[in-house]
């Protein structure tokens, strides 16, 4: 008996790819579309949908046998709702200024349908450590799509990576900006994060064609 | 498992003491983190202030506030004096910039209530610099800024922020291509305070003309804009029986 079983580890592999919440289940679109301008805000707000969803999960694993079926919707709101206000008042105490930048998409994160997907599908009916596990790769299967949108947002609408000039000085003209590379402000607004998306979708769908629903 | 989880007494049961755990859960988590929140406000404030005179670490485009550690210093460097302003006297305060805007302006509904006006005199390479807070309301919630003046009554440098504007649009005004138009404009127009309006379509949309005391609206954002030059409007108003004597 290994730490991790073939079963435990898949349920932390499949989310990545084959069964991605956002390019798969096409959950979260809304928080993926909103904050992946940075790709720094686009990692913090990855790692708290993590701590949530796994934190929730767990929970609600563990109290699964208590919970009362007519109010189980009501009992992970209230799961999920504390976890957020812990997260936001953290980042409120020890990174103020990001936790400004992300404003209102951290309290978003419980409108998040994976999380209430999660805790719906899967944590009610298994125990705590697979809950747990399940909800690390689905929030780590949402942290790769942020990350990549993020990732092209930046470098091609603001020229940066973190924060940090890669391309040179759109200003001062330096850089591949000397030979009359312009920043694309469209890649900023929400409307290309969403063509951005479908790329990803479509590159994922043509590769593994057993996703492609038929009518 | 025997019990009934499916009983109506079961669910009230848990419901109360699910809400029981959760909320001392988050008082305790609360409590214990208000110190450094409060901190961070104190230390936002002192930054912001410092923006408004150009003390910041600007580059191309974004806002850069001075470094965290740099702040109590810096502040306590370029800031000279802190007033208390009543009418057309000035009381010195140094601890005026820990004055609430939002707890004065609810208690100034009180008619017997003097409302305490603070100021900010910086100084920098020889200028001075007569910062003063505003606050009014946006589309959603509360906007706020720092107006930075000169002797002569012309903006040197705003900053504003707010608790809820709409992102992309309303929240566009902490954004340095709306920031940056305010300064150089007059809050005078022949020497009767104006105050500067938030305009749509005054043809002139990088704001050259500095003396209409008008900078370009940010389109998709009416109502935001609105609530600015409302604030302005009616908070440096407060100022002006002190600031017209700085002149002289």
């Known amino acids: 008996m290994g730490f991790l ?11 990545l790819a084959d069964n991605n919440p956002i390019t798969v289940q096409v959950l979260g679109i809304c928080s993926a579309l909103a904050i992946t301008a940075q790709l720094k805000a686009a ?11 796994a934190m929730g999960n767990v929970v609600i694993s563990l109290m699964r046998n208590i919970i009362p079926p007519k109010i189980r919707i009501i009992a992970q709101l209230v799961i999920a709702a504390a976890l957020v206000i812990i997260v936001d008042q953290v980042l409120k105490a020890y990174s103020y200024q990001l936790s ?13 349908c994976i ?17 747990f596990l399940d909800g690390i790769g689905n929030a780590a299967g949402y942290g790769i799509i942020l990350v990549i949108v993020a990732f092209f947002r930046e470098l091609l609408g603001s020229g940066s990576l973190f924060g940090i000039k890669v391309l040179g000085d759109s200003i001062k003209k330096t850089g591949i900006y000397a030979y009359g590379y312009e920043n694309n402000g469209f890649m900023l607004l929400a409307p290309m994060a969403l063509i951005t998306l479908g790329i990803i979708i479509w590159i994922q769908r043509s590769k593994n064609t057993s996703l492609i629903e038929e009518n | 498992m025997s019990r009934n989880t499916e009983s109506n007494t ?3 049961l848990f419901a109360a003491a699910m809400v029981l755990v959760v909320g001392s859960l988050l008082a305790f988590v609360a409590e214990s983190l208000k110190g450094k929140i409060a901190e961070n406000k104190r230390i936002e404030k002192q930054q912001n202030i410092l923006y408004a005179m150009g003390v910041n670490d600007n580059e191309e485009g974004s806002v850069n506030f001075i470094p965290k550690n740099e702040v109590d210093k810096d502040f306590s460097k370029y800031i000279v004096k802190q007033y208390v302003i009543d009418g ?3 009381k010195e305060n140094d601890k005026a910039y820990l004055i609430d805007i939002k707890k004065e302006a609810e208690k100034a509904k009180n008619p ?6 603070p100021l900010f005199v910086g100084e920098k390479n020889n200028k001075f610099y007569y910062i003063v807070p505003v606050r009014g309301k946006g589309l959603w919630d509360a906007i706020w800024g720092y107006v930075a003046l000169d002797k002569d009554l012309v903006i040197q440098g705003v900053y504003f922020d707010h608790a809820g504007e709409t992102p992309g649009l309303g929240a566009n005004i902490k954004e340095r291509f709306f920031m940056d138009e305010f300064t150089g404009e ?11 309006t938030v305009f749509k379509g005054n043809a002139d949309p990088k704001s050259l003309d500095k003396t209409d005391c008008q900078v370009d609206a940010i389109a998709g954002a009416t109502i935001t804009g609105n609530g600015v030059t409302a604030m302005l409007k009616k908070d440096l108003d407060m100022y002006m029986p002190y600031l017209k004597t700085l002149k002289q």
């Open chain 2, 10 to 12: 079961y669910t009230v």
């Open chain 2, 186 to 196: 007059h809050i005078l127009k022949d020497g009767v305070f104006e105050g500067v």
């Open chain 1, 100 to 112: 400004k930048q992300l404003s209102v998409f951290v309290g978003l994160i419980i409108t998040n």
């Open chain 2, 88 to 90: 057309t006297t000035a």
């Open chain 2, 112 to 117: 017997s209530y003097t409302r305490r006006l």
């Open chain 1, 115 to 131: 999380i209430m997907g999660r805790f719906e599908a899967f944590a009610l009916a298994n125990t705590p450590w697979k809950s």
């Open chain 1, 43 to 53: 990692i913090v707000m990855a790692f708290s949908v993590m701590f949530v969803l």
């Open chain 1, 5 to 15: 079983t073939k079963k435990d580890l898949k349920l932390i592999t499949d989310p």
